[in-house]
């Protein structure tokens, strides 16, 4: 009775001396944990993490029984096991610094730091090369011929384009039909687009990791989305086998688009930024920032 007595008069003590200060530090550290934890759960990572807690357990066993040898290989590893996990888990320490890049938060409040506004010749420029890809889509959508076309916005893609044969060429329905023509050499791979002209063709985006993604949804698709997730690129995707047109930001896709739509989305993403793409159902549609959290 005196030990319970003890512990809860221990507990109050220690509840008397928190201050903000540090539950304010607890919820941060809450947080990054439940971070980590969501980043690598389902990925590769998770495996080794796994792995990892293997050699803590080993770690401890091999200390309680004295186990000389095992016990310092263990602590060299656990010593080392800030470089070790960076270069281990470099991929995914990538991807949770692009996401708090891209996040709403930052761009909303730390935007300014980044962004220079447009010109209204910059603006008309994008605006013409919006209505000469809408244009090339659609007459893809009705041949069944396969493209891929990002629009760079605020994540410069050079590292990308790099990978493609460099154009800098100003853009237009005959110029995009010669490049996805499908005996051309560089149909296969994606035409980025930057500040309303043609940047580079032929390059080699990244497939999307995520696992539920639809069974019906081709490379191109997968390579729409997965350029998506590592950067703020609007993609647009026309399908070789169904001729449907499809938009993806975020991770997100947004099907079936006709011209206009196509032409009000893409204006809505590179024009008026102010607007993302979030969950709606099936499909995903566009909202304003304030308003763009998942349904």
């Known amino acids: ?14 509840f008397r001396t928190i201050q903000v200060k540090d539950i304010i530090d607890i919820i941060a550290i809450s947080f990054i944990i439940f971070s980590l934890f969501k980043l690598v759960r ?20 091999s200390s309680t ?10 602590r060299l590893f656990f010593e080392f096991s800030v470089l070790i996990i960076a270069i281990i888990f470099q991929p995914e320490i990538r991807k949770a610094l692009e996401r708090i890049g891209q996040s709403s938060y930052v761009r909303k409040y730390f935007g300014f730091l980044f962004k ?14 919006i209505v000469h890809v809408a244009d090339a889509a659609t007459l893809f959508s009705s041949s069944r011929t396969g493209a891929l076309i990002v629009f760079e916005r605020n994540v410069k893609l050079s590292d990308i384009a790099a990978s493609g044969t460099v154009l800098n060429s100003d853009p237009s329905v005959a110029l995009l039909g ?14 980025i687009i930057r500040d309303g002209k043609i940047l580079a063709s032929g390059c080699i985006l990244p497939l ?22 590592v950067s703020d690129a609007a993609v647009v995707v026309v399908s070789e ?10 991770g997100k896709l947004r099907r079936d688009l006709n011209r206009e739509s196509l032409i009000a989305d893409l204006e809505n993403l590179m024009v008026d930024d102010t607007k993302v793409y979030v969950k709606n159902s099936s499909k995903f549609s566009l909202k304003r920032k304030e308003n763009n959290d998942e349904k």
């Open 116 to 129: 220079t506004k447009k010109s209204d010749e910059e603006v008309r420029t994008i605006k013409r090369c």
């Open 178 to 191: 010669n490049i996805f023509f499908n005996k051309a050499p560089l149909h296969d791979g994606a035409t």
């Open 42 to 61: 389902e990925t590769r990572a998770e495996q080794l993490l796994k792995g990892v807690l293997v050699l803590l357990v080993v770690y401890i066993l």
């Open 241 to 250: 086998e169904t001729g449907s047109i499809s938009v993806a930001v975020n």
């Open 65 to 74: 029984f004295g186990l000389t040898m095992m016990t310092t290989l263990t």
């Open 1 to 14: 009775m005196n030990v319970l007595v003890e512990l809860f008069n221990d507990i109050i003590s220690v």
């Open 208 to 229: 999307t990791d995520y696992k539920k993604v639809d069974i019906n949804l081709g490379t191109r698709h997968r390579a729409a989305i997965g350029i998506s997730e």
